[in-house]
């Protein structure tokens, strides 16, 4: 598969910036679905999404509704003439949303993470003209997301898109999936012709947030907007916290500022070639001071390797931890930006210390 100027047209053809997919985690009640679809028929939204079948991480927990939703995204459809679309996990549910005239499938994060499945609902969809939408897997790996995208593309569909919905991690941190903008940006240097949606409910985990994320993903370039909607996100039957009101929603949409995707203008790229010279500059100061750092690690591992020391001093790396964390604050750096540079850093010095041993 390669990038080409096609793979857009369907969003193009739409004729929406940013494109914006909303409603309720899961389906509900019919009363739910057609609530939320009438509070969005008259706003920024394309497609209304809603899960009908909800892999949940250990059971006992609400599974979805199941096929019976799929009447109710019908009769929201007949009314609003707003596009549908449902999560798919396998074949069947691939056979039961076509039945039923959804325009829109999604392949969630847990699904991606296994290629068989993806191939099987890869050859259900084979030919189809449908809109499908790859989000990324639940590990922050791009060839295993891209992959996905692949074979769909294999299979005929050439309608597709990707959705970036954060990456799983064990470290405690404000979002509930970490965005990991970097994997998300590297796919669409691959693809920048790949129509790229973001995912700020799944990312943040909380509604207060999905403004500020929402933000930074349009400053990025990408094309659209997923976000969870729910008429009494409180009582919602799945994922409460991460969900927004339909008036909620428009106001998130109405404060959002869409960014030119450039400036050809002779001030702003001389200004602009300028910032970016001293960004290089820069950069090439810290690989010199990076590679400095580990001459020194190297020092200190034939050292120990000398005296019979272990590597890991765990006191020493809690002691740099907080020592940086405090300095980086005073930078106006992140903490959690200053706990995953140190923590690469010296992963790194680990393995320059390994080879003295």
Not at 313 to 336: D, F, K, P, V
């Amino acid at each position: 598969m390669e990038n080409d100027k096609t793979l857009r047209r369907w969003l193009d053809d739409m004729g929406s910036h940013p494109l914006v997919i909303a409603g309720p985690c899961s389906a509900e009640t019919e009363e739910q679905v057609m609530a939320v679809a009438r509070a969005l028929k008259e706003s920024p939204v394309s497609i209304f999404r809603a899960g009908i079948w909800k892999p949940r991480t250990r059971p006992g927990g609400f599974e979805g509704i199941g096929a019976i939703g799929l009447k109710w995204l019908q009769k929201a459809k007949e009314e609003t003439g707003l596009l549908m679309a449902v999560e798919v996990a396998n074949a069947t549910h691939v056979k039961l949303a076509m039945e039923h005239g959804i325009d829109v499938f999604w392949i969630g994060a847990r699904t991606t993470v296994n290629p068989f499945t993806v191939q099987e609902i890869a050859d259900a969809l084979a030919g189809t003209d449908k809109i499908v939408l790859v989000k990324n897997p639940v590990n922050p790996d791009l060839a295993l997301w891209l992959g996905g995208v692949e074979r769909l593309y294999n299979a005929g569909i050439r309608k597709l898109g990707v959705v970036h919905r954060g990456f799983s991690t064990y470290d405690k941190t404000k979002y509930r999936n970490i965005p990991e903008w970097q994997i998300a940006i590297e796919l669409q240097s691959r693809f920048p012709d790949l129509p790229l949606i973001c995912d700020p409910s799944h990312i943040t985990g909380r509604r207060d947030m999905i403004q500020q994320v929402s933000q930074q993903a349009l400053d990025l370039n990408y094309d659209g907007l997923m976000i969870e909607t729910h008429p009494n996100p409180d009582k919602a039957w799945s994922d409460a916290a991460q969900q927004v009101t339909p008036d909620a929603l428009k106001d998130i949409l109405a404060n959002l500022i869409v960014r030119k995707p450039n400036d050809l203008t002779d001030s702003f790229q001389k200004q602009l070639g300028k910032l970016r010279l001293q960004i290089d500059e820069l950069d090439g100061k810290i690989i010199d001071i990076l590679g400095k750092r580990m001459a020194i690690a190297d020092e200190i591992g034939a050292l120990k390797q000398r005296h019979n020391v272990s590597i890991l001093q765990t006191e020493r790396w809690q002691q740099i931890l907080e020592n940086m964390t405090a300095a980086g604050q005073a930078q106006h750096l992140s903490e959690e930006f200053i706990l995953r540079l140190f923590k690469a850093i010296h992963q790194e010095s680990i393995v320059h210390q390994e080879k003295k041993l």
